[in-house]
């Protein structure tokens, strides 16, 4: 895991902003990986101004969002799709043919929608940089704690935690689902590239139990400890519980050393 602690949520969001950004023009056809949440909202701000001031071009890239709420309507306010709309799609040069999500909608069998999700991705090419939260719980997507770690996309329930968690983004009185298709563990894992941000001291037990606990179904971020090429980006609030601070900044000031020198390793 390569481990890197910012003074600030915004300077989580540019960083993660820049490996999205090298993505798109180091590759021709680049296939992102993308989060919903309140963590990701600055990042795809930052991506926007990116179109807007830099021509940053999003005609070539194809994205798949790691969940979506089960039988949700797409136009609804508090589907994914409506968030990723209002967030960067509507913003931004991307041919919506080319964005996706792990939708069910009624009638659908989720069984057949998951593999379907999957085959989609393999068709692709796969991810090459996933974009990530994590819960306060340890998930990624809504790979709730048990979640098998070699799961693929498929229908989760989701536990109390994540449902008063994201009750905030429900007007009183609207249902709130609680089934989610999510890409599993295992469909995350195959990303070249994974990016995880964490912001804000809610986030510090999980991002240590991520980190310095054992790999365990009981925290699913966890599983990014076997993964070659996790980048996890933290503001200090959510590293504050890592004994291991010092080493981690000392180890980026190296990297960058490295990087000076011989240019960034990504291998797209
Ligand atoms: P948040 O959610 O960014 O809204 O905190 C992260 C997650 O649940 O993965």
């Not at 991705?121 to 979640?147: M, R, W, Y």
Request: with cysteine; glycine share 6%; aromatic share 8%.
């Amino acid at each position: 895991m390569q481990i890197i602690i910012y003074d600030n949520a915004q300077l989580v969001a540019q960083s993660a902003a820049n490996w999205v950004k090298e993505l798109i023009n180091k590759k021709t056809d680049p296939v992102l990986g993308l989060a919903t949440g309140s963590t990701p909202i600055s990042l795809y701000k930052q991506l926007v101004e990116q179109h807007k001031s830099n021509n940053l071009s999003f005609k070539n890239v194809t994205t798949f969002n790691l969940d979506e709420y089960h039988q949700i309507d797409p136009v609804s306010s508090q589907s994914y799709r409506s968030f990723m709309t209002e967030h960067l799609f509507k913003h931004v040069d991307i041919d919506v043919n080319n964005t996706y999500l792990p939708t069910c909608a009624v009638g659908e069998n989720p069984r057949t929608q998951g593999l379907a999700y999957e085959e989609k991705i393999k068709q692709q090419g796969g991810v090459d940089l996933q974009v990530l939260g994590i819960g306060a719980n340890g998930h990624i997507g809504f790979n709730e704690p048990t979640s098998s770690l070699s799961s693929r996309t498929r229908i989760k329930t989701l536990t109390q935690q994540t449902i008063s968690d994201n009750s905030r983004l429900f007007k009183p009185g609207e249902q709130q689902p609680t089934m989610a298709m999510t890409m599993g563990i295992g469909t995350i894992m195959d990303a070249r590239y994974v990016l995880l941000m964490a912001t804000g001291a809610n986030k510090a037990n999980a991002v240590k139990d991520m980190i310095a606990g054992g790999v365990s179904a009981m925290c699913p971020a966890s599983a990014l400890q076997m993964h070659e090429n996790a980048i996890i980006l933290l503001d200090k609030a959510a590293a504050s519980e890592l004994s291991d601070q010092s080493y981690y900044q000392w180890a980026d000031n190296e990297n960058r050393k490295l990087i000076e020198h011989y240019g960034y390793f990504h291998n797209y």
